[in-house]
């Protein structure tokens, strides 16, 4: 089974035996949960079971409707019946008014036909292990269908994200290389606006250098450069996967953005800033794609 999956696929399937025709339709759509949704005629109910784990060897997320429709057969199993008991008291009641109304003519069949119920209909009751071998092959056709419509799509979705993981990699790269030039700016932004402060005010040079030195420091992003770098090398690796990633690549970028809050909370610097603003624009277009993803 290719990786990642998207949870957006269409599938139709059919099997035929002798007079009767099975189709199967299968549709799901993106879900945080899997949720599934089965419509089959009420006397094939007890398939519902088979049915459900069939497609969940398929769909670990995602919302799925089933349709079964059995389609139709030479009586399709109907039975009709007279209802004598209800046929004898429809006659003694027209009877009865006949004879007190003094009327000349007996009830007939005509007149009894008409009545409700006299005439029922009995669905016959089908054998299900014998028409479960021709629902499966038509579940089957239709989930292999929209397993090969959610791969192709899941394979678009791949490649868009790993292009957008790539220029969101260079972003940090970006601020990364310039790390030496944050500190330097910023220490020259300390001494300077210190310096303006403590005019007339006799310090000693070296320790008002460890000052600005420390307090520079605190702007220092290395370590949220490394941590982005890691969530990268782990947002490609799950790409990569063999099992359903959709959860974790929303986790990770929950991460991405922590990172990069703390990154802008640290950085009083524009440039960088500006860069900033780029990376939480890409995770959000990340999020927006991977919602998708099983």
């Known amino acids: 089974m290719k990786r990642p999956l998207s949870m957006t696929g269409y599938g139709r399937g059919e099997s035929q035996t002798g007079a009767r025709s099975w189709t ?5 759509v993106n879900h945080k949960f899997l949720d599934l949704s089965i419509k089959i005629p009420r006397k094939y109910l007890g398939l519902e079971d088979r049915i459900k784990k069939e497609i969940t060897t398929h769909y670990s997320r995602g919302h799925v409707d089933v349709y079964i429709n059995p389609g139709a057969e030479t009586g399709d199993g109907i039975r009709l019946a007279a209802n004598l008991a209800l046929a004898r ?3 003694r009641c027209l009877e009865t008014i006949r004879q007190d109304l003094s009327l000349p003519d007996s009830p007939t069949l005509a007149m009894i036909q008409n009545y409700k119920d006299i005439i029922v209909a009995h ?31 899941g394979a678009a979705l791949k490649t868009e994200l790993s292009q957008r993981l790539q220029e969101f990699a260079k972003t940090v790269e970006t601020i990364a290389q310039d790390i ?74 929950q991460e ?21 603003v780029e990376l939480k624009t890409e995770v959000e277009k990340l999020r927006e794609q991977i919602q998708n993803i099983e």
């Open 24 to 28: 199967v339709e299968v549709r799901s």
């Open 256 to 276: 991405f953005l922590r990172e990069i809050n703390t990154l802008a909370s640290k950085i009083s610097d524009a440039p960088t800033a500006h860069l900033t």
């Open 89 to 91: 008291d429809y006659q």
């Open 180 to 253: 030496p030039s944050i500190v330097q700016r910023r220490t020259e932004k300390l001494k300077e606006r210190l310096a303006n402060l403590l005019q007339g005010i006799d310090l000693d040079p070296i320790r008002l250098a460890q000052e600005v030195a420390i307090m520079a420091d605190k702007g220092d992003v290395t370590e949220e450069v490394v941590r982005l770098r890691s969530h990268i090398s782990q947002f490609s690796g799950f790409l990569e996967a063999a099992e359903p990633s959709g959860r974790r690549l929303d986790f990770l970028l």
């Open 123 to 153: 669905e016959e009751e089908e054998d299900l292990e014998a028409v479960w071998p021709q629902v499966s092959a038509a579940l089957a056709q239709a989930l292999t269908m929209a397993q090969s419509m959610r791969e192709n799509e």
